[in-house]
């Protein structure tokens, strides 16, 4: 069974940072892309960022310049360095990826249980 794990979540003062992983394990063949989303309440999940198996990325939501996403091929795992966090980043961050699993012919979306991050005084 293919699972996405993330962690790295909690609490932080505004201006503060965190970094966040997700790690993809199981019977997996190929990534495509990774990246995250975000959901607070009230509100619909929305992208943050994306990296594709080549290295490219996108930004979303005015996060280029705050937010770093990044990955590392050989373990699975994407990144996301978050500085200068505001309040208006608390959200329910969830780990995203295209991929397909071993003996499976196409590729499919899996997500992770996510993480909560708060940004609070």
């Known amino acids: 069974q293919v699972q996405l794990v993330e962690s790295g979540g909690g609490l932080v003062q505004p201006g503060g940072s965190l970094r966040l992983s997700c790690a993809a394990s199981g019977s997996i063949f190929s990534i495509n892309d990774m990246g995250w989303y975000r959901q607070a309440p009230g509100k619909e999940r929305e992208l943050v960022a994306i990296?594709?198996?080549?290295?490219?990325?996108i930004y979303v939501h005015s996060m280029k310049g705050r937010f770093t996403i990044s990955r590392d091929n050989a373990k699975n795992t994407v990144y996301l360095q978050m500085n200068s966090l505001k309040p208006e980043d608390t959200a329910v961050y969830y780990c995203?990826?295209?991929?397909?699993?071993?003996?499976?012919?196409?590729?499919?979306?899996?997500w992770g249980q996510g993480t909560q991050v708060t940004v609070s005084s």
């Open positions: 995203y990826a295209e991929l397909r699993g071993v003996g499976v012919l196409v590729f499919e979306d899996y």
């Open positions: 990296t594709t198996s080549g290295g490219k990325t």
